[in-house]
């Protein structure tokens, strides 16, 4: 198995430019959620999904979208590109219910908005 | 409201024991999560506790948990360099994790 992958590792925006984040996981897990983190405030939540055509908001979900059309994949996208929006991305699947399974992280992508 | 806090940074000699501390609000958090972070990676689970424990060992992890004070603690003994790393606490609230804002530990010789 692979895990969670996220493409890119990196990513250079201009203000106002739009890309898409991409998170697939091979482990058929239901659960999958979007992070930032940024240095000093841990790890927020921005979208989550709890299955294949369900999402939901976390935290900080103000400039993103998501979709789940598929169980594999969750894709995050920035319609416009802010400045505020620099940070590194997290994608996380676990299983339901969160029990002492953990979520499982991908590696990752670095964000700098210009 | 869910709020969860921890101290930014720790440092410790090579072979002591570190000591990382967490507070949380949410008293309906039924899993409490200790996750490391070395550089440029992703978030690697370390151990987890239920809420009705007060302690749980792993190899050299000891994990306590003061649930009347909503504290969380990790304690790592013999400390090695390779442990240097962000070291998150996250408790579980409903489906969802709420992080700290992770303790920077540094090991020096």
């Known amino acids: 198995n692979a895990g969670v992958t996220q493409t890119p590792k990196f990513q250079v925006l201009k203000t106002g430019q739009s890309m898409t984040l991409q998170c697939a996981q091979d482990?058929?897990?239901?659960?999958m959620s979007w992070y930032r983190q940024d240095p000093g405030m841990g790890l927020r939540l921005i979208h989550y999904s709890v299955g294949a055509g369900i999402t939901d908001q976390g935290e900080v979900p103000n400039g993103y979208n998501v979709s789940r059309s598929t169980t594999e994949d969750f894709p995050l996208r920035l319609l416009s590109a802010a400045p505020s929006q620099t940070s590194v991305y997290f994608c996380a699947s676990n299983p339901p219910g969160l029990r002492g399974e953990t979520q499982y992280f991908g590696p990752g992508t670095r964000l700098l908005v210009l | 409201g869910e709020d969860v806090e921890q101290s930014l940074f720790l440092s410790v000699r090579e072979g002591d024991s570190s000591v990382i501390n967490c507070t949380y609000t949410?008293?309906?958090?039924?899993?409490l999560y200790w996750y490391k972070q070395e550089p440029g990676a992703g978030l690697q689970l370390l151990t987890y506790i239920f809420s009705n424990m007060d302690m749980k060992q792993d190899q050299r992890l000891t994990v306590l948990l003061n649930k009347k004070d909503k504290h969380l603690s990790l304690r790592i003994a013999d400390t090695q360099t390779g442990d240097s790393a962000i070291y998150f606490c996250a408790e579980k609230v409903t489906d969802k994790l709420i992080f700290g804002t992770g303790t920077r530990l540094q090991v020096f010789p």
């Open positions: 949410d008293s309906s958090s039924t899993y």
């Open positions: 482990m058929n897990h239901e659960y």
